[in-house]
């Protein structure tokens, strides 16, 4: 096999397990569900990866990898602090829109993970936490704020409101972002 080959089918196999991890959350899915939706044996899945572990950290990295760079193509556009925050709230919360089942699946499946599990996505947080408090660094440089705190509140908020948009059904993106600014006290 090329290397291309091998590598468009790793491709294929991550994006199919997406798609059923997002609808049917990762403890619902068995790697004979994505050998199945693929067309592929079980052998050839276990070529490409040793175990629905793995599979599921690949696609995390890489959705929070895609979040990471949404949130700074976004912000890196304006100059402004105001303005910096509005497009970090505004990504964020685009980019979970996006990606909702997903989001949906690892807020609602959390706590049932494995512990081994469970520590990659809290490193993979952990991660995007600290870019973000880079990004709070930046936006409050003229404040005496906490950034560790503003950022941990701040996913926390995210994550809260995207969990109640997939409940709801309703986001105002401009709604929020006036009111977080607020409550944040950007002048």
Known sequence: MSRKFIKNTKENILDIARNLFAEYTYLCVSMDDIANKLNITKPALYYHFKGKKELYKEILEKVFKELETEIFKA????????????????????????????IKSLLLCFAKIDSSLKKEVINFWNKLNLSLQKVFEEIFSTSQKDVKTVSS??????????????????????QISKKLINILEIE
């Open 75 to 102: 912000i890196n556009q304006v100059q402004d602090p105001k303005a910096k925050l509005c497009q970090l709230i505004n990504s964020y919360l685009r980019y979970g829109q996006k990606e909702k089942f997903l």
């Open 153 to 174: 509140l701040f996913v926390s908020i995210m994550n809260g409101l995207l969990l109640e948009q997939l409940l709801n059904n309703s986001l105002d993106l401009e």
